[in-house]
């Protein structure tokens, strides 16, 4: 297990959403019966971006998703919160040029609850 480089940090155009898990059953005449679905029915999903990345940093970030492969978590303390959560990396991640060395990194990350 790591944990998410602390330099650079995202940008404030990084994006959070939460996502439930809802068990729902429908009766006749529209009733419908909804419950949380299992003990985390709860998961934060992150879009983060990274801005005017020097080549350096865009290669630490690049080599730490890289070395993840989508599979193995890591350890992130989300934007104005206290407690460090496990995530994984939700999809590929996308690097853009800014201008000249300057590039643009974003990557969407979900919270699991893995052992």
């Known amino acids: 297990m790591s944990s998410l480089p602390t330099s650079p940090i995202p940008a404030q155009s990084s994006t959070k959403t939460v996502n439930y898990r809802v068990t729902r059953v429908s009766f006749g005449n529209g009733y419908e019966q909804r419950s949380v679905d299992g003990l985390n029915g709860k998961r934060d999903s992150w879009r983060l971006v ?50 000249g060395n300057l590039h643009t990194l974003s990557v969407p990350i979900q919270q699991v609850y893995d052992l």
């Open 50 to 99: 990274y801005e005017n990345l020097n080549l350096t940093d865009l290669a630490t970030l690049t080599s730490f998703f890289d070395g993840l492969g989508g599979a193995t978590y890591f350890t992130w303390i989300p934007i104005g919160e206290s407690v460090s959560k496990n995530w994984i990396t939700n999809g590929d991640y996308t690097v853009t040029i800014a201008t």
